[in-house]
């Protein structure tokens, strides 16, 4: 047990919203069926931007100082008959969880939306998170942000490209859902997003723009029309003109998979390297057709981030759902692009519980072996962490979790060729150090 001194102390919230900490309790983390109480060693402080919330219809789990025992709470411990409820951390971008939010779920419990929920408590004066910088990059650092100034960026594309329906899509993304990538397209900063695709070939349980399941709401709206290969060029070509060592992205959040709108894609793509050789094209994509994505990385296509939630067949198909695709398709986009020198990152998201345990660990350190890409991207998976365990066990037994820590430091201790990191890289930034076998062709 650790010393009682350096745990922090429990926080929830009453049900109008207030959070306060609890004297006596310390905060406690969840991976899987495993509760920790949480030290100052295990947590570091709150990232900014970061956001505290109150998950309803769930009793916090706290560890009692006096009796020296887990326990859950049905009231607040000081004033008998009010409700206290868990609170949970949503992590700045560039962090990757290592506990979850301890709770239990009451029996009226709904889904909760699709956020990530990290353990979180209060130490001196300060809130403190359970989480690991995996990027310390200021990408989608919100302070680099202000409004100001991305609202005179859109009034500048709009004279620059009045009628690109592409560059009025990402005006919604960047003012009206307040997407960080969308908002630094409007401030010429590193990454510019170039949603494309209307459709999709997976039912990911954690889709962001297009919900079956009735009980979770989605996060923003799917595009509702295809650009144009001319409008899609000149997105990317504004944004590489001004912007040193940057990146236009295919595969947002707003979108379904690229490799769907490969009709318009490759076009788009023979159209921005007519013109230049710089910047990075990349695409994220689940990676379903590796003949489609042969074509698009021989027509200049840079990089690809593939995303899994697990490297284990059973596990991938109970949280993507693919539809017309297999997972050994994955696996053959991974070596398409591997075998032409490409830079490839696995977009990994993660469960602490899930990811953490000895059979996905395993798995990922024999995938890597015989893949040998080129970067992790440590993502937190953005669902219900319950709901999300129980439909892995369904198809998968699990063990008791080593932790998020312990994993990340054994891969990079078996890879130390890897990078670890959340958002991707310019290629010549990649190509700094780097052998031809990890990625970006240096002819």
Same mark, same amino acid.
């Given at each position: 047990?650790?010393?009682?001194?350096?745990?922090?102390?429990?926080?929830?919230?009453?049900?109008?919203?207030?959070?306060?900490?609890?004297?006596?309790?310390? &905060?406690?983390?969840?991976?899987?069926?495993?509760?920790? $109480?949480?030290?100052?060693?295990?947590?570091?402080?709150?990232?900014?931007?970061?956001?505290?919330?109150?998950?309803?219809?769930?009793?916090?789990?706290?560890?009692?100082?006096?009796?020296?025992?887990?326990?859950?709470?049905?009231?607040?411990?000081?004033?008998?008959?009010?409700?206290?409820? *868990?609170?949970?951390?949503?992590?700045? *971008?560039?962090?990757?969880?290592?506990?979850?939010?301890?709770?239990?779920?009451?029996?009226?419990?709904?889904?909760?939306?699709?956020?990530?929920?990290?353990?979180?408590?209060?130490? =001196?004066?300060?809130?403190?998170?359970? /989480?690991? @910088?995996?990027?310390?990059?200021? =990408?989608?650092?919100?302070?680099?942000?202000?409004?100001?100034?991305?609202?005179?960026?859109?009034?500048?594309?709009?004279?620059?490209?009045?009628?690109?329906?592409?560059?009025?899509? @990402?005006?919604?993304?960047?003012?009206?859902?307040?997407?960080? &990538?969308?908002?630094?397209?409007?401030?010429?900063?590193?990454?510019?997003?170039? $949603?494309?695709?209307?459709?999709?070939?997976?039912?990911?349980?954690?889709?962001?723009?297009?919900?079956?399941?009735?009980?979770?709401?989605?996060?923003?709206?799917?595009?509702?029309?295809? *650009?144009?290969?001319?409008?899609?060029?000149?997105?990317?070509?504004?944004?590489?003109?001004?912007?040193?060592?940057?990146?236009?992205?295919?595969?947002?959040?707003?979108?379904?998979? $690229?490799?769907? /709108?490969?009709?318009?894609?490759?076009? &788009?793509?023979?159209?921005?390297?007519?013109?230049?050789?710089?910047?990075?094209?990349?695409?994220?994509?689940?990676?379903?057709?590796?003949?489609?994505?042969?074509?698009?990385?021989?027509?200049?296509?840079?990089?690809?981030?593939?995303?899994?939630?697990?490297?284990?067949?059973?596990?991938?198909? /109970?949280?993507?759902? $693919?539809?017309?695709?297999?997972?050994?398709?994955?696996?053959?986009?991974?070596?398409?692009?591997?075998?032409?020198?490409?830079?490839?990152?696995?977009?990994? @998201?993660?469960?602490?519980?899930?990811?953490?345990?000895? +059979?996905?660990?395993? &798995?990922?350190?024999?995938?890597?072996?015989?893949?040998?890409?080129?970067?992790?991207?440590?993502?937190? @998976?953005?669902?219900?962490?319950?709901?999300?365990?129980?439909?892995?066990?369904?198809?998968?037994?699990?063990?008791?979790?080593?932790?998020?820590?312990?994993?990340?430091?054994?891969?990079? =201790?078996?890879?130390?060729?890897?990078?670890?990191?959340?958002?991707?890289?310019?290629? +010549?930034?990649?190509?700094?150090?780097?052998?031809?076998?990890?990625?970006?062709?240096?002819?």
């Amino acid at each position: 047990m650790k010393k009682e001194n350096h745990l922090i102390a429990a926080i929830v919230a009453n049900k109008a919203g207030e959070i306060f900490d609890l004297a006596g309790y310390a &905060a406690v983390g969840m991976a899987g069926d495993m509760f920790v $109480p949480l030290s100052v060693q295990d947590t570091i402080p709150m990232p900014y931007g970061s956001e505290l919330m109150l998950l309803p219809d769930r009793l916090p789990i706290v560890y009692n100082l006096k009796k020296k025992c887990l326990e859950i709470l049905t009231e607040n411990p000081y004033l008998p008959g009010e409700p206290v409820f *868990p609170v949970a951390a949503f992590n700045s *971008p560039g962090y990757v969880l290592s506990y979850l939010s301890a709770y239990q779920e009451r029996e009226s419990a709904k889904f909760l939306p699709l956020f990530s929920y990290g353990a979180a408590g209060w130490h =001196r004066g300060k809130f403190r998170s359970a /989480a690991i @910088l995996v990027d310390s990059e200021p =990408r989608q650092d919100l302070r680099q942000m202000k409004h100001k100034d991305i609202v005179a960026g859109v009034r500048r594309m709009r004279k620059v490209m009045p009628d690109n329906q592409l560059r009025q899509h @990402l005006e919604k993304c960047a003012l009206e859902y307040s997407c960080p &990538a969308g908002k630094n397209f409007f401030l010429a900063r590193y990454e510019a997003p170039l $949603p494309t695709s209307q459709q999709c070939n997976a039912r990911c349980l954690g889709c962001l723009s297009l919900q079956k399941n009735p009980e979770i709401p989605s996060t923003q709206q799917r595009i509702a029309f295809t *650009p144009s290969p001319h409008d899609i060029a000149q997105v990317a070509l504004e944004h590489i003109g001004k912007v040193k060592q940057s990146v236009v992205s295919f595969g947002q959040g707003c979108e379904g998979d $690229p490799l769907l /709108a490969a009709d318009v894609i490759l076009p &788009a793509i023979q159209l921005i390297r007519a013109e230049t050789t710089q910047g990075t094209i990349n695409m994220n994509t689940n990676g379903s057709k590796p003949d489609v994505l042969e074509k698009l990385l021989d027509a200049g296509l840079d990089s690809v981030r593939i995303s899994m939630n697990s490297v284990r067949e059973a596990c991938y198909h /109970a949280y993507f759902r $693919p539809k017309g695709y297999a997972f050994s398709d994955v696996m053959k986009s991974i070596d398409t692009a591997l075998s032409r020198r490409k830079f490839v990152s696995v977009n990994y @998201l993660n469960c602490p519980g899930f990811t953490d345990t000895p +059979e996905e660990s395993e &798995a990922f350190s024999a995938f890597l072996k015989a893949h040998p890409i080129s970067m992790i991207q440590w993502r937190n @998976l953005n669902f219900d962490p319950r709901r999300y365990q129980a439909e892995m066990n369904k198809v998968q037994q699990h063990s008791r979790p080593i932790g998020m820590k312990t994993l990340l430091d054994k891969v990079r =201790r078996t890879f130390p060729d890897l990078i670890f990191g959340y958002f991707n890289p310019p290629k +010549e930034k990649s190509m700094r150090n780097r052998s031809p076998k990890h990625g970006f062709d240096p002819a």
